[in-house]
């Protein structure tokens, strides 16, 4: 018999959620699995993720990266189809594992899906007045099972038109792979004491959140007395695609990717409240004051309240001066967060378990 042959197929935006995700559960079949052949189909930029977890790739252009070349829409998605589409058959994969929408983003996956024996959706949390709508759930028939990691506090009342299974939240590494505090100072460049607070933008695509995390940076910078602190501004894996601006002050910059395994280095963090840096920060017990940026599927500000009534963070209305300043007061008397392990392992078993068997 050959090896299971398993296509991943993982489209991400602004950040790389969902490229993580896929990473995560690709490496915890690879720990599960004796035989395996894996392929991702994907239109992502960060290469430093990629790196970090090898999987063989093909990739077409990002709609960015397009429009940059003189595309039309027209013609990416045209492109897209076809190159998902010979890699479904070129490969002969026994499953397919998309991330979060059925179809791909931009209908990339349309017309193809069934020719894959076994199919399976890693369904993140969507925004309840989205989760309806074409691009979410448009071909949600074509999946025999979906796979939802677990956002706390999540309204689980809304069910999918398919078998589905709840598994703990899903991040390429857990807390027992991190380095401990000195390890991870030291391999980030940072002094063994201090009290350095994370700023993040997300994964690095998103203008508007780069400039916001640096002006974060700079207030956490100013702030004086018993709560002073050192910010450090977390770049991201596409950092290429946004140009962080120029700052008055020094503002150290960290450029590890994956930061996950490096996160017990900082004494509390400021960051958007996307799926993955969320439920990172939290793993890891940092205390995290959470503020939303505006996406079309992810419901950041819902995740914010719902990690503060979990008791995993703070969620921020507003970044000023005195919401910062509030925030680095707390993170001085939180209590440390703690979230369930082994949600990459879970999905990987239930995958394996759906083709029948193959595990270790």
Request: contains cysteine; charged residues 25%; neutral net charge.
């Amino acid at each position: 018999m050959r090896p299971l042959r398993v296509l991943f197929f993982a489209n991400d935006g602004l950040g790389a959620g969902h490229l993580a995700r896929t990473l995560a559960i690709a490496k915890a079949l690879r720990r599960n699995a004796e035989r395996l052949e894996l392929m991702l189909a994907t239109t992502s930029e960060a290469d430093a993720l990629l790196a970090a977890e090898p999987i063989a790739t093909v990739r077409w252009p990002a709609p960015l990266a397009a429009r940059h070349s003189g595309w039309s829409d027209q013609a990416r998605r045209d492109v897209a189809r076809r190159v998902v589409r010979g890699a479904i058959e070129g490969f002969r994969p026994d499953l397919l594992v998309t991330d979060t929408f059925p179809h791909g983003p931009h209908g990339e996956l349309a017309g193809v899906v069934r020719e894959v024996p076994h199919r399976v959706l890693v369904r993140r949390s969507v925004r309840a007045e989205r989760a309806g709508d074409g691009v979410a759930h448009a071909g949600l028939s074509d999946y025999d099972l979906a796979i939802v990691p677990d956002d706390p506090v999540e309204d689980t009342s809304l069910s999918l038109p398919i078998p589905t299974t709840r598994v703990p939240p899903i991040t390429l590494f857990e807390a027992h792979e991190a380095l401990d505090r000195q390890g991870a100072r030291a391999r980030l460049g940072l002094p063994r004491e201090g009290r350095f607070i994370l700023v993040c933008s997300g994964g690095g695509g998103d203008q508007e959140a780069v400039l916001l995390a640096t002006r974060v940076a700079e207030l956490v910078l100013r702030v004086r007395g018993p709560h002073a602190s050192i910010p450090v501004l977390a770049e991201g894996p596409l950092a290429h695609r946004a140009r962080a601006p120029r700052s008055e002050t020094t503002i150290q910059r960290v450029h590890e990717t994956p930061l996950q395994p490096f996160l017990a280095a900082f004494d509390g963090a400021i960051a958007p409240a996307g799926y993955n840096l969320a439920h990172e920060l939290a793993k890891a017990g940092v205390p995290t004051a959470l503020f939303a940026m505006p996406r079309p599927f992810d419901d950041q500000a819902g995740r914010a309240t719902r990690f503060e009534q979990a008791g995993l963070g703070r969620a921020l209305a507003t970044l000023d001066e005195t919401t910062v300043e509030a925030s680095l007061a707390w993170m001085a008397r939180a209590p440390r967060p703690a979230l369930p392990a082994g949600g990459a392992e879970r999905a990987a078993l239930v995958l394996l378990e759906l083709v029948g068997g193959g595990a270790t």
